[in-house]
């Protein structure tokens, strides 16, 4: 008799009860601090469904393992697990034998690096620093569901209420500040969505938060060469939806899948644009329709925004070192009349941003110390994809650029 497939909405449940405990516990044992839960960056959203896998590894049973759910009414299995989320588990699955075998040293490394802190073991060991790209990876794409997403604020809340007030005397209730990304809908293409469809895909675009741009530029130094990072972001966007069918398909699947396809085209747009824009000087920025500088770097940059430029810069620099690489190891093999070429990692890591953890292992049947270098990568731009969503001047124009985008490509 086969096996009843779990209710899709009982594991999440379930998800979320872990992840409330693992935050508090982070909390708890200094891991992570009020001040990092109330603000909810980025790599702390990161470590929070990092840190469930983490500990439901340390409790799993089995082989191969399986994890009791908190109130016990159901054991995730190979066998019941729902398809959405069979690649995640299967990964998972192959590092609870790794992390149980840990020495508590290595654990709490491996804990101190899902939250984003340096280990107190140098160097740091090479299988945990595996499992701990492993463990994010998977974060990461849970991240990226929505309905985890609009559940998220209240395990940060939960973590926080658990904790004792931090200053003698405090009364008031923290809150965290953390908000799920905008929502991403399609509908009926409009003349309007048309002539805003022909200014992202040719870089052209303008309107009245452009204009208010221009005006505010002036107050604040930087402004507008953001708004031109952003639009030269969000120009590639056109190009990955013609080019990326499985982002498409993915979008036929109904609304929770709409935040996935979201963000899979906005990591192939950055990948798009690092390879194209960016060198080690900044960004070559699309053209406006108005005189702007050819490369903006980290100077023409608002400070607090540098960190984020930093980060593309340093994503662009390992992307060309990637394919360097694959076109060095092309025309070796091709010399030595090798007959089945290797996969470039290029097009492993992009099958990986597109479809997700597990897709790049149809280009190579192997998991080798390549996927190391794929998964690392592929982590780095799945949380920069992250971090722009929680950038104001990202989140005033992403759904409005994906919905068009959306609704034209549908045609």
């Given at each position: 008799m086969a096996t009843?497939?779990?209710?899709e909405n009982d594991v999440v449940r379930a998800f979320h009860a872990i992840t409330r405990s693992a935050l508090a516990h982070a909390r708890a044992e200094g891991l992570l601090t009020a001040d990092e839960l109330e603000t909810a960056d980025v790599d702390v959203q990161v470590a929070g469904p990092s840190l469930a896998l983490f500990f439901a590894a340390l409790s799993a049973r089995g082989n191969p393992p399986s994890i009791t759910s908190p109130d016990a009414s159901f054991a995730l299995t190979s066998t019941n697990c729902p398809a959405p989320f069979a690649s995640a588990f299967k990964l998972w699955q192959t590092s609870v034998p790794k992390i149980q075998s840990f020495p508590l040293d290595a654990r709490h490394d491996l804990a101190l690096v899902l939250c984003d802190k340096p280990a107190e073991s140098s160097p740091l060991r090479l299988d945990v620093a595996r499992t701990a790209a492993d463990l994010k990876g998977i974060a990461l794409e849970i991240l990226q569901r929505r309905t985890f997403q609009d559940r998220f604020q209240a395990d940060f809340q939960a973590a926080l209420d658990s904790a004792r007030p931090r200053r003698s005397g405090e009364s008031q209730r923290a809150r965290t500040t953390y908000e799920p990304p905008p929502m991403y809908s399609e509908g009926e293409p409009t003349e309007e969505t048309k002539r805003a469809y022909g200014h992202i895909a040719t870089g052209r675009y303008s309107d009245s938060s452009e204009e208010n741009a221009r005006v505010a530029a002036a107050e604040q130094p930087g402004l507008e060469n953001l708004s031109l990072i952003r639009e030269t972001l969000y120009s590639a966007l056109a190009d990955v939806f013609v080019e990326?069918?499985?982002?498409?398909?993915?979008?036929?699947?109904?609304?929770e899948w709409?935040?996935?396809?979201f963000f899979a085209a906005t990591c192939l747009a950055i990948v798009e644009v690092a390879l194209s824009r960016i060198n080690r000087h900044g960004v070559r920025a699309v053209d406006l329709g108005r005189t702007s500088p050819k490369v903006i770097g980290l100077n023409e940059t608002p400070t607090h925004l540098r960190p984020f430029l930093s980060r593309l810069i340093e994503v662009s620099q390992a992307l060309r070192a990637l394919a360097d690489a694959d076109d060095a190891r092309a025309v070796q093999e091709a010399t030595e009349?090798?007959?089945?070429?290797?996969?470039?990692?290029?097009?492993?890591?992009?099958e990986r941003l597109a479809k997700g953890i597990g897709a790049e292992e149809t280009l190579s049947s192997a998991r080798s110390s390549v996927d190391g270098e794929v998964a690392g990568l592929a982590n780095?731009?799945?949380?920069?994809?992250?971090?722009?969503?929680?950038?104001?001047?990202?989140?005033?124009?992403?759904?409005?650029?994906?919905?068009?985008?959306?609704?034209?490509?549908?045609?």
């Open positions: 009843a497939t779990l209710d990326t069918p499985s982002i498409r398909q993915m979008l036929s699947r109904g609304p709409s935040a996935k396809a009349g090798v007959e089945q070429l290797t996969p470039p990692k290029l097009d492993r890591l992009k780095a731009i799945n949380t920069l994809a992250l971090g722009m969503s929680a950038l104001p001047a990202f989140r005033e124009r992403q759904a409005q650029a994906f919905q068009i985008l959306v609704s034209v490509t549908s045609l």
